[in-house]
T-cell receptor, first 115, second 122 residues
Framework: GAGVSQSPRYKVAKRGQDVALRCDPI?????LFWYQQALGQGPEFLTY????????KSGLPSDRFFAERPEGSVSTLKIQRTQQEDSAVYLC?????????????FGSGTRLTVV | AQTVTQSQPEMSVQEAETVTLSCTYD???????LFWYKQPPSRQMILVIR??????QNATENRFSVNFQKAAKSFSLKISDSQLGDAAMYFC???????????????????FGKGTHLIIQP
């Protein structure tokens, strides 16, 4: 596609519910990143994929967070048993190659509200 | 770990005037990349300008330029001839060049500041 597409744009979940957030990167982009942006804050790194391999998951805040990219294109970020502190915008970004210092192309994010 | 600090939560400027947004960072590395991103209400982070630490020349992109002071670990963004469409959140970000050699520990990710809300007065 022309850009990074994320869905849904908004998600309201009841506390304890599981959610799945989708990221469709630019076609052919090798690298894919997930970030969490709390209200009034800058984005914080969650995890990184190179093709289908999850090379870095050091930013995932707990074992309730799980990300996958099984075929090296679309990625899903899953949050189990959501809690109020999970409320944030979840941003996905992709880049063509790993050795890309030009920054990434970001999607418009999914705003998750846990009530 | 690297940190990025933006000390101005909000800045206001008259249309057509010039404004400077401040950013400082802390790192023990000698090679890295610095970025300014713009985030409008649509939430998409848009790359404004980037700077490679090993380059002494300040980057420029049309009305946007940076003042990169490596010794002071300062990376400010100057917007000339401000336009209404420049109104947004602006984030300063750091990326380790080591990310190009290995993965893990968040090395591949960007470290962002908390952002500056830029208001353009018509």
């Amino acid at each position: 596609g022309a850009g990074v597409s994320q869905s849904p744009r908004y998600k309201v979940a009841k506390r304890g519910q599981d959610v799945a957030l989708r990221c469709d990167p630019i076609s052919g982009h090798v690298s894919l990143f997930w970030y969490q942006q709390a209200l009034g804050q800058g984005p914080e790194f969650l995890t990184y994929f190179q093709n289908e391999a999850q090379l870095d998951k050091s930013g995932l805040p707990s074992d309730r967070f799980f990300a996958e990219r099984p075929e090296g294109s679309v990625s899903t970020l899953k949050i189990q048993r959501t809690q109020q502190e999970d409320s944030a915008v979840y941003l996905c970004a992709s880049s063509l190659i790993r050795r890309d210092s030009y920054g990434y192309t970001f999607g418009s994010g999914t705003r998750l509200t846990v009530v | 770990a690297q940190t990025v600090t933006q000390s101005q939560p909000e800045m206001s400027v008259q249309e057509a005037e010039t404004v400077t947004l401040s950013c400082t960072y802390d790192t023990s590395e000698s090679d890295y990349y610095l970025f300014w991103y713009k985030q409008p209400p649509s939430r998409q982070m848009i790359l404004v300008i980037r700077q490679e630490a090993y380059k002494q020349q300040n980057a420029t992109e049309n009305r946007f330029s940076v003042n990169f002071q490596k010794a002071a670990k300062s990376f400010s963004l100057k917007i000339s001839d401000s336009q209404l469409g420049d109104a947004a959140m602006y984030f300063c970000a750091y990326r380790s060049a080591l990310a190009l050699m290995y993965s893990g520990g968040g090395a591949d990710g960007l470290t962002f500041g908390k952002g500056t809300h830029l208001i353009i007065q018509p």
